[in-house]
């Protein structure tokens, strides 16, 4: 290349390159802001609204498919004249149910965090969108993704902005901000040569197009793929609706199907811990 043409080459890669820190900076910005916040957000009103109810469905459920296995066994057992130790059968069906009371138990705090989150105060919307543009910034001049030559230095080490980001801590972070503007250089455009900022501006499109994979990946999985339902007030009546009405119908099966148990108890039955 000429001199002439190398400098417009240059000058055009430089601004390919600008743009795209700047277009990479916001995307990785809308991911965090979808994993650390938005997911939280829809998540914790999908929990008080329907997921509180699929628990207690959930729960008289699991008891249901319980008893039913427990009246198999105490008929297998009676069957071939075995003993019918009630302790034995209970542990047995402790380790037979193991999965479904561990997913109850996720539910259960599930439940607990999100009424935790429910009476948390939040930022404003003022607030929150001055937390994503100062970490917009930080993204663009410090992440590691953008910034190959960045070092932890001055306490801007990228975890604890991403912490810093992740709690909603406002105030720490405009501290991290005043940090940043005293002295920390710009490395995005620092002058390098052609051949390996050709290689930059491959590295960040490659970035960028992963970063967008992820974020359409998010948007099609839990909680993000309820959005319109739980804005949908007719569907949420109708399902908690649902909901109610099949954990009575449920509850009255296990009351029968406990009296039934009861009743084909052989008298020599074992009861002990």
Partial sequence: MSGANDQRYMEKLLDKYDRLRKKTAKA???????????????????????GSLEYEFLKVENNLLRMRRKIEIIHNLMDNDEKVDISLIEHMLDREFEENELKLKNMEKDI???????????????????????????????????????SSDQGLDW??????????????????KEVLEKGIPSYGLQEVGFYRLEDRVKALSETLGRVESEIEEMSTNFPFDMVDLLKDREWLEEKKEELRENT?????????????????LPQSAIFKN
Avoid: F
């Fill in 28 to 50: 990785i910005k809308k991911r965090d802001r979808m994993s650390y916040h938005t997911y939280v957000d829809y998540k914790t009103k999908y929990v008080m609204e329907v």
């Fill in 112 to 150: 607990e965090i999100a009424n935790i989150l429910k009476a948390d105060k939040r930022l404003s919307l003022k607030e929150e969108r001055d937390l994503d543009r100062i970490y917009e910034g930080m993204i663009l001049e410090l992440h590691p993704d953008i910034n190959s030559e960045v």
């Fill in 159 to 176: 975890e604890k902005i991403v912490w810093t980001y992740e709690t909603s801590d406002l105030a720490t972070m405009r501290s991290l």
């Fill in 248 to 264: 009575e119908i449920y509850r009255e099966v296990e009351e029968e199907l406990g009296n039934y148990i009861l009743k084909i």
